[in-house]
């Protein structure tokens, strides 16, 4: 039965390890995703700035005008 024994221990460990690893896989991926839509946010909030500031010019160039 030792051998038995230690087959199935290994297995045992060998399926641990594989689900750490497919947690890890998991958690590396959805913090990539978090960082892909922060940026996208920062790119979308710098865009409305300057949409607002070059609005902003054109309506003080017609008051001054």
Same mark, same amino acid.
Do not use: I, P, Y
């Given at each position: =039965?030792?051998? =038995? +024994? +230690? $087959?199935k221990d290994a297995a /045992? $460990?060998?399926g641990k390890k #594989?689900? &750490?690893w497919a947690d890890d896989t *998991? &958690? @590396?991926i959805s913090d990539k995703v978090d960082e #892909?839509?922060?940026d996208a946010e920062v790119k979308k909030a710098e865009a409305? @700035? /300057?949409s607002v /500031? *070059? *609005?902003n010019e054109y309506k003080e160039d017609l @008051?001054?005008?």
């Open positions: =039965m030792g051998l =038995m +024994d +230690d $087959a /045992e $460990a060998t #594989v689900g &750490e *998991k &958690e @590396r #892909v839509q922060a409305h @700035r /300057e /500031e *070059k *609005k @008051r001054n005008s």
